[in-house]
């Protein structure tokens, strides 16, 4: 990758660290389920009002709302209220980095080198101590939850970049048309119209302030500028090469936790936080080199256009 696209992937995992925070914030007003299907009911309107339909197949566009935008919050979301840290969960959602890997790799034919492998191999070492820290302290649900949406992160990873967007942007906004329904159906299901109507009736005070807030910037920074650069990165480089750097949103996220909420991760959790970073920077390293070496990209894993046609040559 250029060095602008490097700095443009630190960007948004800045962005991606922040938004836990947000979230946070949110969810001290609202129920999860209810709270997904608001953020983007709130993306949707201007969508379908002001931005044109992406000129990308509907199927593609489908998966990524339903990976990116439903099954990813929905398990984020959900694990959060139930307890997980909110650090913690920064961590836990870069499961999609791995994930993303074996689904290039699956669906795209991207090349997994042996580099690339042990360092996956690795990360996902450090995402099973983290699991058996928190199981030990009777949260393996909330745990299996975030790594939920870690997946449903992969999937819209790979449903982006088969839908190859000309303009990265009209997907992402118009992928906010998928979860709403679902998920308000979900919500009245299992949160129910009361918890609904008493947490809309108080957001309205000032003490709502903050949720208030963070749901803006979870929105403009978190789904539309750090959703658009990602979707556009996807695009220009192969899946296994992008996804990686969503490793640096837990340095973002746990030291934003420990700032402002006072969370303080335990050992385990520190030394599997470091096994994930450490197995994704061990496995990007040697991609990162080639690609400075030759403009036209890192020669280990294909050219990214024909990994896409390879799996679907006639979806645009």
Same mark, same amino acid.
């Given at each position: 990758? #250029? &060095?602008?696209? /490097?700095? +443009?992937?630190? !960007? $948004?995992?800045?962005?991606? @660290?922040?938004?836990? *925070?947000?979230?946070?914030?949110?969810?001290?007003?609202?129920?999860?389920?209810?709270?997904?299907?608001?953020?983007?009911?709130?993306?949707?309107?201007?969508?379908?009002?002001?931005? #044109? &339909?992406?000129? /990308?197949? +509907?199927?593609? !566009? $489908?998966?990524?709302?339903? @990976?990116?935008?439903? *099954?990813?919050?929905?398990?984020?979301?959900?694990?959060?209220?139930?307890?997980?840290?909110?650090?913690?969960?920064?961590?836990?959602?870069?499961?999609?980095?791995?994930?993303?890997?074996?689904?290039?790799? /699956?669906? +795209?034919?991207?090349?997994?080198?042996?580099?690339?492998?042990?360092?996956?191999?690795?990360?996902?070492?450090?995402?099973?101590?983290?699991?058996?820290?928190?199981?030990?302290?009777?949260?393996?649900?909330?745990?299996?939850?975030?790594?939920?949406?870690?997946?449903?992160?992969?999937?819209?990873?790979?449903?982006?970049?088969?839908?190859?967007?000309?303009?990265?942007?009209?997907?992402?906004?118009?992928?906010?048309?998928?979860?709403?329904?679902?998920?308000?159906?979900?919500?009245?299901?299992?949160?129910?119209?009361?918890?609904?109507?008493?947490?809309?009736?108080?957001?309205?005070?000032?003490?709502?302030?903050?949720?208030?807030?963070?749901?803006?910037?979870?929105?403009?920074?978190?789904?539309?500028?750090?959703?658009?650069?990602?979707?556009?990165?996807?695009?220009?480089?192969?899946?296994?090469?992008?996804?990686?750097?969503?490793?640096?949103?837990?340095?973002?996220?746990?030291?934003?936790?420990?700032?402002?909420?006072?969370?303080?991760?335990?050992?385990?959790?520190?030394?599997?936080?470091?096994?994930?970073?450490?197995?994704?920077?061990?496995?990007?390293?040697?991609?990162?080199?080639?690609?400075?070496?030759?403009?036209?990209?890192?020669?280990?894993?294909?050219?990214?256009?024909?990994?896409?046609?390879?799996?679907?040559?006639?979806?645009?």
């Amino acid at each position: 990758m #250029p &060095r602008s696209h /490097v700095a +443009l992937a630190c !960007l $948004v995992a800045i962005f991606w @660290g922040l938004n836990f *925070l947000a979230i946070h914030a949110s969810l001290e007003q609202f129920p999860p389920l209810f709270l997904v299907a608001l953020r983007f009911t709130l993306m949707a309107l201007p969508a379908l009002l002001f931005v #044109p &339909r992406p000129q /990308v197949p +509907l199927r593609w !566009l $489908v998966g990524y709302g339903l @990976g990116f935008g439903t *099954l990813q919050f929905l398990g984020l979301y959900s694990g959060m209220a139930a307890g997980f840290p909110t650090g913690l969960a920064s961590l836990v959602l870069q499961a999609s980095a791995p994930f993303t890997v074996l689904l290039g790799a /699956v669906l +795209l034919r991207e090349r997994l080198t042996a580099r690339r492998a042990l360092g996956i191999g690795v990360a996902v070492a450090g995402l099973v101590l983290v699991g058996i820290s928190r199981g030990g302290a009777g949260a393996w649900w909330p745990f299996w939850l975030v790594v939920l949406g870690a997946f449903g992160w992969a999937i819209g990873n790979i449903s982006s970049r088969l839908a190859a967007p000309p303009r990265p942007l009209e997907l992402t906004m118009w992928m906010a048309i998928v979860p709403p329904i679902p998920m308000l159906a979900l919500s009245l299901l299992l949160e129910g119209p009361r918890r609904i109507t008493d947490s809309l009736a108080d957001s309205l005070t000032a003490q709502a302030v903050p949720a208030w807030i963070g749901l803006a910037y979870t929105i403009v920074f978190g789904t539309i500028v750090g959703s658009g650069i990602w979707v556009w990165l996807m695009t220009k480089h192969p899946a296994g090469v992008v996804a990686p750097f969503s490793m640096l949103v837990p340095v973002v996220g746990i030291t934003a936790a420990w700032l402002v909420l006072g969370e303080s991760p335990h050992l385990l959790e520190i030394i599997g936080g470091a096994l994930v970073v450490g197995g994704v920077l061990w496995s990007g390293r040697l991609v990162a080199a080639r690609g400075a070496a030759d403009p036209a990209g890192p020669v280990d894993v294909g050219d990214p256009g024909a990994s896409a046609h390879a799996v679907e040559p006639a979806a645009r």
